[in-house]
């Protein structure tokens, strides 16, 4: 560390640390230097436009990551978890990011590309001394091999869904008819009055949506038109809304209004919805419980009011315990789609080898195959890699980065 004045001509610009990092020993693995000077945007662009003055030029989007990249200092799913480390908002998306970047999901990876190049010398073997066996290979055991591998990939590609789920924010939709308290009940989660609230049946038309972090999980709530029959033109479109966020959610919050429903079209809609959406978690909710209370309901429900605050502990835990916490802790899981994508692609191929295998196909044939798992799976560490794709990765890094 060195500190200086920073002169410019024979103005001085700033006093200065500077931080000499000699290769290797760097973040991208060349020679760099870092100057600290103080926080002022006036500061900063009066000594970015010095040294392109001198020379320098600016980086582009991610190209300090991309460099650590090219140097072998990181690969690639570590460079993406810089980006997510850089983007996360909650405690675990943070989690997700530190766990990628120390390299959780890819020591998974590679232990199942290794075994995978043990298969492709077990097929060679048999290629290259047919004669030590009647058949070019012995089928039973490498089946059994590839049920093991294909039961890893498919753990992995499962955990996508939390992964991902958590990445994105986990998606609650507010549901039910016209004035029962959806939006009333948004405001309180949100701590905020986010949305119109009124006395008028079909007071929001529009998708209101916000989030907010429950025990280190961002969850993101979404208020919606009350579902009726109407005419107006305007409603009907925020009804059809209404339908596709409910396709789009992990949750939905199904509210009926304690004072005024109908036992049996409330319970329809519920076997309705549990038909209709049987991947989702759905919450059933009898809100206005400061003017009356449901007896003897054939669900399990929340009993709220959301205009006196009651109630809402009690919903914010459940959907806290709606994530399987233990699914965090020790397993590597799959957050981003390009992972997911490329480990799908070398899942397909494994399934090839074994028709390949059941077919009696030759072992060059099956290599085809392999070669296409194993790329598949070298793309995600980006042992295997292009242009495009580092373009498409590192585009999406903040400058500077
Ligand atoms: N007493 C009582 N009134 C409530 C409660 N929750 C909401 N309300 C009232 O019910 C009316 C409708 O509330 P909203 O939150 O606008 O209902 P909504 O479901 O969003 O209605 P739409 O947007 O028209 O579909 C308002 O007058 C609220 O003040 C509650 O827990 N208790
Ligand atoms: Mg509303």
Redesign the pocket.
Known sequence: MHLGHLVDKEEILDKILVAVFKAPHSYTGEDLLEISCHGSPYIVRRVIQLFIRKGARSANEGEFTLRAFLNGKIDLSQAEAISDLISSTSKTDHQLAMQQLKGGVLNKIRSLRKKLIEFSSLIEFSLDFPEEDDSTYDKTQLSKFLIRIKKHIQTLLDSFALGNAIKEGISVVIV?K???????LLNVLLNEERAI????????RDIIEDEIIIDGIRFRFI?T??IRNTENRVEVLGIKKTFEKMQQAKVIFYMFDATNFKEKTVVEEIQNLHTTYTDKTIFIIA??S??TKVKDFPYVFFSI????KEGIQSILKALSNTIDRSMLQNRPILTHIRHYNALHRSLKAICNIEKGIQENHSGDLLAVDIRQALESMGEISGEISSEELLKNIFSKFCIGK
């Open positions: 039910g016209p004035n029962v308290g959806k939006s009333t609230v009124s006395e008028i049946p079909g007071t929001t208020d038109a009350g809100n206005k400061d003017l009011s959301a205009k006196k």
